[in-house]
């Protein structure tokens, strides 16, 4: 296996001729992209345009078909490259929590520490405390997920993949299996990552975050990516027609 070592001066995330196809279903065909350090970019579109996929295919939790991904210039689609090193980088927080129901909340947080990390048991507490804090939660360290709301798992769910010291964070519409409620919790741990310069991935229906928070703002459909740029220039004044019809059903 080769030893990844990160570059510096190079994008957090470049994607190159990416090609994705699940049989003969083309569902990413040859997209070029990048996440730029400290950066916040929001991916939009409809159901089914290759969204969630591009951004499972970044970690390798999806095998691409063809094309080249790299992450702070690691080439992760390398054959012989340390995937789970790599991975070590990138925080991923998926649309459903994924917690571990017969875990307390601290017990998810430090598993991984432990276990990838190899870190002791109370450097693991440490840490997962100071990351419950940031994210509002540190009364629910005994807690188990069933006794959660759906935003506050998903809050843990982001101390979790914070607590893994990642240098990025992939978001695949983290708030859409939530009461609208509760949306806005998740979406305030979220900008608060962005102002400490986190950088940030996030596939999402948020249209006002990606105006708020998102330094650029991608619109897919059919795969491929149509229109890219500034989040409220892209909202206010779409250029393309497919983008347009999107955003007036959405906005």
């Given at each position: 296996?080769?030893?990844?070592?990160?570059?510096?001066?190079?994008?957090?995330?470049?994607?190159?001729?990416?090609?994705?196809?699940?049989?003969?279903?083309?569902?990413?065909?040859?997209?070029?992209?990048?996440?730029?350090?400290?950066?916040?970019?929001?991916?939009?579109?409809?159901?089914?345009?290759?969204k969630s996929?591009?951004?499972?295919?970044?970690?390798?939790?999806?095998?691409?078909?063809?094309?080249?991904?790299?992450?702070?210039?690691i080439e992760?689609?390398?054959?012989?490259?340390?995937?789970?090193?790599?991975?070590?980088?990138?925080?991923?927080?998926?649309?459903?929590?994924?917690?571990?129901?017969?875990?307390?909340?601290?017990?998810?947080?430090?598993?991984?520490?432990?276990?990838?990390?190899?870190?002791?048991?109370?450097?693991?507490?440490?840490?997962?405390?100071?990351?419950?804090?940031?994210?509002?939660?540190?009364?629910?360290?005994?807690?188990?997920?069933?006794?959660?709301?759906?935003?506050?798992?998903?809050?843990?769910?982001?101390?979790?993949?914070?607590?893994?010291?990642?240098?990025?964070?992939?978001?695949?519409?983290?708030?859409?299996?939530?009461?609208?409620?509760?949306?806005?919790?998740?979406?305030?741990?979220?900008?608060?990552?962005?102002?400490?310069?986190?950088?940030?991935?996030?596939?999402?229906?948020?249209?006002?975050?990606?105006?708020?928070?998102?330094?650029?703002?991608?619109?897919?459909?059919?795969?491929?990516?149509?229109?890219?740029g500034d989040?409220?220039?892209?909202?206010?004044?779409?250029?393309?027609?497919?983008?347009?019809?999107?955003?007036?059903?959405?906005?």
């Open positions: 296996m080769t030893e990844p070592q990160p570059r510096t001066g190079v994008p957090a995330i470049d994607v190159q001729n990416l090609h994705k196809y699940f049989g003969d279903n083309e569902v990413l065909k040859g997209i070029d992209f990048h996440v730029d350090n400290s950066d916040v970019v929001c991916v939009i579109g409809p159901s089914g345009s290759g996929t591009l951004l499972r295919c970044v970690n390798r939790l999806e095998e691409p078909t063809s094309g080249k991904i790299f992450v702070e210039g992760i689609t390398d054959p012989d490259v340390d995937v789970d090193k790599v991975r070590t980088r990138i925080g991923m927080v998926f649309q459903s929590f994924n917690l571990f129901p017969h875990l307390s909340v601290m017990r998810n947080l430090t598993i991984a520490q432990q276990r990838v990390k190899k870190r002791g048991k109370d450097e693991a507490v440490e840490v997962a405390r100071k990351n419950l804090q940031k994210v509002g939660l540190s009364e629910k360290e005994d807690a188990f997920p069933a006794h959660l709301s759906g935003g506050q798992q998903q809050r843990v769910a982001i101390a979790r993949a914070l607590s893994m010291d990642p240098d990025m964070m992939l978001f695949d519409e983290p708030t859409s299996a939530l009461d609208p409620e509760l949306v806005g919790d998740v979406l305030g741990v979220m900008k608060d990552l962005a102002t400490e310069g986190m950088t940030m991935m996030v596939v999402t229906h948020e249209m006002g975050f990606a105006r708020e928070v998102g330094d650029k703002l991608v619109f897919m459909d059919g795969g491929v990516i149509l229109e890219e989040p409220t220039e892209v909202l206010a004044n779409p250029r393309h027609e497919r983008t347009q019809s999107f955003l007036s059903k959405v906005l």
